[in-house]
């Protein structure tokens, strides 16, 4: 089941490609939901996140929906997705202080010098609970407000749930804060940025 999860995230990320990306074409008051994703040439794809894009390194099934799709257009991916990791970067932690792991995701971000920036957190965060909504729904948006400053694009994309062939209260639990955690951060993208729903 693992190595079937990057081929569907990059199966449902092509399908509906064509719903939610940018176009610089689009006037500033178009909501981001409405808006279309769009590959300039030249563009530097950025996957920053955890095990969702960590665990596709080796395959490059989003690099190769994106490319597929267009095929005229020279651009460069970087993945810097990290196991375990949260929008605060905790997992990146094998640094002492200073830099801080915080730190040292944002520098990842900004030497990677993205123009598009794709966001999967939030399946690490759900294990807090509802309690650790509103952390991170803070640290979410200091994310997207540093992206912005370096003049990238970010489509963030929702936790996916977990997959089981025998229902248990565990999974259901778990799915229904999954839940919670994609609502949020389907309301922080819609009034700034695109959201993909896995």
Known sequence: MKKSVPILVSLLL???????AQSADRAKSTPPSAEKLFLNDGERVLFVGNSLFENDLPNGYRELALTTRWP?????FRNIGWTGDNVLGEARSYFTNPPTPYELLLKQISDAKPTLVFVAYGGIEAYAGEEGIPNFTKGLNALIDTIFCLGAKTVLLSPIPLFSTTATESTKGRNEMLAQYATTISQIAASRVPFLSI
């Open 72 to 76: 005229d257009r020279n651009v460069t």
């Open 14 to 20: 092509l399908g509906r490609i064509g719903l939610f």
